[in-house]
């Protein structure tokens, strides 16, 4: 997330019959680790609940915890419950002390050194701040409270972070040992919003926006420059420079959904359904129809064979197979997000079939380019 991320916690619905009451905090943490943050695994999330040291090495960072009063789910309730007036201040983490050996050399250098006061209050003074008993000014430095009347936490640096909430039924001590307690049956629902400079979108996504957003122009303006030298030469197209134009039109459709997918989740902070999926399909079918041509090309379709024969069921098989594997591996890729056994097969034989494409190409149907080459010449001559 952005430095000054405010972040809003909301109640939306609940199913309180008959009424209990609940104990709800959050815990905010921050990490210099991207891999400690988002390859985490979301069934041990809570291991870092209430954590004040750090858990991974180069995880250092600064963390938030807040418990709320005990609220009483009823019906018909406020939905202003968690609005703070006062941001908490972020705490550092404890850093593991680690044991260096001691030599004769060492022992001397501590007698002399324990004897300097001075130094002595410096060591203590870096020991509080480690240990987080200590503010850290840095940390002081970046943070810059403003007064939010609907918010409920704000991030003070640029970075990874876990916002994890806990939920815990209050459960009243009965008077005597044999009172019967029945269950409480309750539903709540709650909504967490993250709002920061560029509105809901995150850190990590914004240059990605940028990135599709620069492409789609190029694909834009690529389009326009083909379109052009197509009706300046259209007496002279072959069949397949159609079928290039085909090729950049899927790309630039491909890099306007992704733009617009970013442009959802920074406005209003939802994904659309089924959009990342639909641009994946649409770059799968873009890379296969690109891999297709490049092979029809170096055998010579369209420049000195009308027909393929009996490599287009060759051809068409190597088509449909990357497209295939392509597609699987795109949706596997946006709904897991983590690299597993499925994915990595996927990659395999996508690697090996840009392989075999690249030897055909190289090796099978390097004859027909020259008859290509000598055609024109062959032409004048007559």
């Known amino acids: 997330m952005f430095n000054n991320t405010v972040i809003q916690l909301n109640w939306l619905m609940e199913h309180c019959d008959p009424p209990v009451k609940l104990n709800i905090s959050w815990y905010l943490r921050s990490s210099r680790c991207f891999d400690e943050v988002f390859g985490l695994d979301p069934l041990k999330a809570g291991s870092y609940f209430r954590t ?3 858990k991974q090495e180069g995880g250092s960072g600064f963390y938030v915890f807040h418990q709320h ?5 009823k019906q018909h309730m406020t939905r202003s419950e968690f609005f703070l007036n006062k941001f908490e201040e972020p705490t550092r983490l404890t850093e593991p002390v680690q044991e260096q050996p001691v030599t004769y050399k060492d022992q001397g250098m501590r007698k002399r050194s324990a004897e300097d006061p001075k130094e002595a209050v410096a060591v203590k003074a870096e ?27 704000q991030t003070w640096e640029d970075g990874p972070y876990m916002f ?3 939920i815990q039924e209050i459960k009243e001590k009965s008077s005597t040992a044999t009172d019967s307690v029945p269950p409480q049956n309750w539903v709540i629902q709650l909504e967490v919003s993250m709002k920061g400079p560029h509105d809901y979108i995150s850190a990590s996504e914004w240059p990605l926006m940028i990135f599709y957003m620069v492409m789609c122009v190029i694909y834009v303006l690529l389009g326009l420059l083909w379109l052009g030298l197509s009706a300046c030469y259209w007496r002279e197209l072959l069949r397949i420079q159609f079928w290039i134009g085909g090729v950049i039109f899927l790309g630039m459709l491909e890099k306007a959904v992704y733009y617009a997918e970013f442009q959802s989740i920074r406005y209003d902070g939802l994904s659309v359904q089924g959009a990342v999926v639909f641009a994946e399909v649409l770059s799968a079918v873009k890379r296969t129809l690109a ?10 379709y369209g420049i000195v064979k009308p027909r393929l024969g009996a490599l287009l069921h060759r051809v ?3 088509g449909l197979l990357y497209l295939i594997f392509s597609v699987v591996e795109g949706i596997l890729r ?5 690299v597993d056994s499925s994915r990595l097969l996927c990659d395999i034989v996508l690697a090996f079939t840009d392989s075999c494409i690249v030897w ?5 149907s390097g004859q027909p380019l020259p008859e290509a080459m000598s055609l024109p010449v062959c032409q004048s001559a007559s």
């Not at 055909?360 to 099978?364: C, R, T």
């Open 316 to 318: 068409v098989g190597v």
């Open 291 to 300: 891999r297709v041509l490049v092979i029809i090309a170096s055998l010579g």
């Open 334 to 338: 946006v709904n897991s997000g983590q």
């Open 360 to 364: 055909w190409i190289s090796f099978w």
């Open 69 to 73: 009063p005990a609220i009483e789910c």
């Open 127 to 153: 020991a509080a701040v480690a240990t987080g008993k200590a503010p850290a000014p840095a940390a002081n430095k970046e943070v810059t409270p403003q007064h939010h009347f609907d918010a409920d936490a």
């Open 164 to 166: 994890i909430i806990h």
């Open 52 to 54: 004040t040291a750090v």
